[in-house]
């Protein structure tokens, strides 16, 4: 690498030759402040748009003041970035984003994290000088995102994450000047797109102009109503994200906490997804080796690799892009779904309560499951098995309204007997835990041994798309993992070409899996936090007494009570569903 | 439009796609191909264009919607251009562009409700001597004058719709 020497506000460095100059005054401790710029290298994503000019410094020798997050640096450049010329041009530059900005901070959803917000007051700025026209666009509401464009700063972030990092291409700038704004095709509704719902897009907004629907409301008045019994899930990804909202260190594990917190609320019974998803890897692993044996016995007719069914924006992914590929996800519902079903069956058997007296809450880190837990097909009789999906910020919204004290709150356990789960089940909060959880159940129902060490640390890491190989008594299974829908896409073109030789494919929307996810505390462009999430999920694994789902005991009684075994008649009824092909253009 | 005729101009377009060694790179030019042959681009056209090219509607509706040549609304029967160029603009083609605005009731880009005019500027047109000039459908009329423009409107008005 080439190097070069800079100097920026008096200080005199040595950089590779080629970086910008926001990277560079970074290495010295200088905070160049930037709106639009976004630099998700981890997941391959840079948003380059330099549109927003809040980032401009001094260069010696140059009339104009440059944007530091697009100039590259050179050998003797030198930098000034606090100049009064400086200051005052970002200044102005804010003033003017202000002016077309509505000022409803306070009763913005995205208060408190909104980086525009912060810029505001870090210059202290008082006054809007510039009073013009504002541009105003109706608002988009859809069942897990709402966009309210009117506070859009054109940072085109979320362009960047929907087209490039995933695929899916929803979003575009469209217009020009005053009227532009980044909107979907014909300005349609979210809703009637090929949207995901992964909701990386409101993950890196800079401001609310996209936000999550928030239905913690709707949660206090199910509690408030003595005519129901509510029931609440976690998943996995929650506990290893909720405490970062109460000012803890991210990879903070705060289940017991998150526990307490939740009875204190006053849900009835406090239940765990993890507990589904052991339930899914009876299901899902059942399955597989079903295809696995009946390929291995020559049945041509068998799709392989299958592919996990657990991410509902992978899921809508595929209907929409890869309908040809419909039969090779399993057809095992999502841990947040056989939850629901379970919940308002066996569960609603057992209280002896009609299903309709139970409301379903589930906590996810994701806006996907939302849309998910709306879908028709999820719904007996018009009630669906999951009534409200909350994402780990409205939970801890929820908690802070209730005057509930987190940091003092005592460790407590789940209830029985939806809520006892395996480390398993914890891991699928992870890229690449569902498999690795899938494995240790198949390993031991393929080979008939007794499964030692449980740690695949070949299907661990946090590469966005990678494949490893299990060894099942001499037979090398192949495996691939993805996380990204772009990266997802990559996978399924393999196989779509006949190239591919995996016999199994794990695919999660978001970076890292759903530590990730849309609805997780906003990481502000710091993807260390996700890494550490990761290291939370597995330590809680390592901590639990029994690691695979099927020695869960609860689960065993399911089947022996209610069930039969995987694959049955009833677990078919309330555990699997079926795709649909959806439209693309 | 009838059904057979949007048909044959959905193959002419698929046609002149296919036609192309790049396709991802060429979408303006599709894009002014499309316009040609349709007169506008709505949006049945923009999701085939997408489709043809393989990406994402948005993105074809983010560059229709950026540039001003590109018009979502459908053209009139008799559509008006009037001449922008140098030598039109200096012998009033303004005044008579804001004649035409201020009769038919539409902006630049627009159509009229009953469909009959739409009115466009142009860039030169290369018939100078006769500026400033007014082209309606495929007629010229030159030496325009703004107390023309009712006489020229209403005789276009009796032709109808038919
Ligand atoms: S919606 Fe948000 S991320 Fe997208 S361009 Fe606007 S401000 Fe940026
Ligand atoms: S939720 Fe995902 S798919 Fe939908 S617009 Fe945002 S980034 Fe694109
Ligand atoms: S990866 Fe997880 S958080 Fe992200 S959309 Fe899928 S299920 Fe939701
Ligand atoms: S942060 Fe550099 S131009 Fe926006």
């Known amino acids: 690498m080439e190097k070069c020497k800079v100097t920026i506000d008096g200080k005199t460095i040595e950089v590779e030759k080629g970086i910008t100059i926001l990277e560079a005054a970074k290495k010295i401790g200088i905070k160049i402040p930037t709106l639009c710029h976004l630099d998700l290298h981890d997941i391959k994503m840079v948003n380059k748009a330099a549109s927003c000019r809040v980032c401009v410094v001094e260069v010696e020798g140059r009339k104009n003041l440059a944007p530091s997050c697009s100039t590259p640096v050179f050998d003797g450049m030198k930098v000034i970035t606090n100049s009064i010329r400086a200051l005052n041009a970002r200044k102005i530059v804010l003033e003017l984003l202000l002016s077309d900005h509505p000022k409803e901070c306070l009763t913005c959803a995205k208060s408190g994290e909104c980086e525009l917000q912060e810029l505001a007051e870090e210059f202290a700025i008082r006054k809007i000088e510039f009073e013009g026209e504002m541009s105003r666009y109706r608002k988009d509401y859809s069942p897990s995102i709402i966009r309210d464009m009117d506070k859009c700063v054109m940072c085109r972030r979320c362009e960047t994450m929907c087209n490039e990092v995933q695929t899916v291409g929803v979003l575009s700038g469209i217009n020009r000047g005053f009227n532009s704004v980044v909107a979907t095709f014909f300005e349609k509704n979210l809703e009637d797109t090929t949207c995901t719902y992964c909701g990386q897009c409101v993950a890196v907004c800079p401001t609310g102009a996209l936000t999550e629907v928030d239905y913690s409301w709707d949660v206090i008045n199910a509690i408030a109503n003595p005519n129901k019994i509510v029931i609440v899930q976690t998943a996995p ?63 041509k007719s068998v799709r392989l690799p299958i592919l996990t069914s657990c991410c509902p924006a992978w899921i809508k992914f595929f209907e929409h892009h890869f309908p040809e590929l419909i039969d090779m996800p399993s057809t095992a519902k999502s841990p947040q779904q056989m939850f629901g079903a379970i919940a308002k069956s066996y569960f609603a058997d057992i209280l002896q309560v009609p299903r309709e007296k139970i409301v379903v809450v589930s906590v996810m880190p994701c806006l996907a499951k939302k849309y998910e837990a709306s879908r028709p097909e999820f719904k007996v009789n018009g009630n669906p098995d999951v009534d409200i999906s909350i994402t780990t910020r409205e939970l801890a919204r929820l908690i ?50 007794e499964l030692r060490d449980v740690e695949f640390r070949q299907l661990r890491s946090d590469e966005g798309i990678r494949t490893a190989s299990v060894n099942f008594g001499g037979f090398e299974l192949n495996i691939g993992i993805s996380y990204g829908l772009g990266n997802a896409r990559k996978l399924l073109e393999e196989i779509k070409s006949g190239k591919s030789n995996y016999h199994a494919i794990e695919i999660m929307a978001c970076p890292g899996g759903c530590i990730g996810g849309g609805g997780q505390p906003y990481h502000h462009g710091n993807l260390d936090i996700i890494r550490a999430r990761a290291r939370a999920i597995y330590h809680e694994d390592r901590h639990k007494e029994i690691r695979k789902s099927h020695k869960n005991p609860y689960i065993i009684e399911l089947y022996e009570k209610y069930l039969g075994k995987p694959l049955s008649e009833k677990s078919h009824k309330l555990l699997h569903t079926h795709y649909f092909k959806k439209v693309l253009y | 439009m009838k059904h057979v005729k949007m048909e044959s101009y959905f193959s002419r377009l698929e046609s002149f796609i296919d036609s192309l060694e790049d396709k991802k790179g060429s979408l303006i030019t599709v894009l002014h191909k499309a316009q040609d042959i349709f ?109 023309m423009v009712e006489k020229i409107i209403s005789e276009y008005k009796a032709l109808g719709v038919v």
Do not use: H
């Open chain 1, 237 to 299: 990804a929650v506990r290893a994200a909720l405490g970062e909202e109460f000012g803890l260190e991210p990879g903070t594990s705060v289940t017991g906490k998150m526990v307490a917190a939740l009875k204190r609320l006053g849900f009835d019974y406090v239940f765990d997804t993890d507990f589904a998803a052991d339930l899914t890897i009876m299901e899902e692993a059942s399955e597989f080796l079903d295809r696995l044996t009946r390929f291995l016995n020559g049945d």
């Open chain 1, 400 to 449: 802070k309204q209730a005057n509930i004290d987190f940091m003092s709150l005592p460790e407590e356990d789940f209830d029985k007997p939806l809520g006892e789960s395996t480390g398993a089940g914890v891991i699928f909060g992870v890229t690449g835990g569902v498999i690795e959880a899938a494995v240790r159940t198949a390993y031991e129902w393929y080979t008939g041994k």
């Open chain 2, 39 to 147: 007169g506008y681009l709505p949006e049945e056209v923009q999701s085939f264009v997408a489709k043809k090219l393989g990406i994402p509607r948005s993105k074809v509706y983010g560059v229709v919607t950026f540039y001003s040549f590109f018009t979502m609304t459908p053209k009139g029967k008799y559509p008006i251009s009037v001449c922008l160029g140098t030598a039109c603009y200096v012998r009033g083609a303004a005044k008579l562009l804001d004649e035409f605005k201020r009769k038919l009731e539409i902006d630049i880009g627009q159509t009229t409700k009953d469909g009959l005019f739409s009115l466009d500027g142009l860039r030169c047109v290369g018939a100078c001597s006769l500026a400033p000039v007014v082209i309606i459908k495929d007629k010229v009329y030159g030496k325009v004058t703004v107390d």
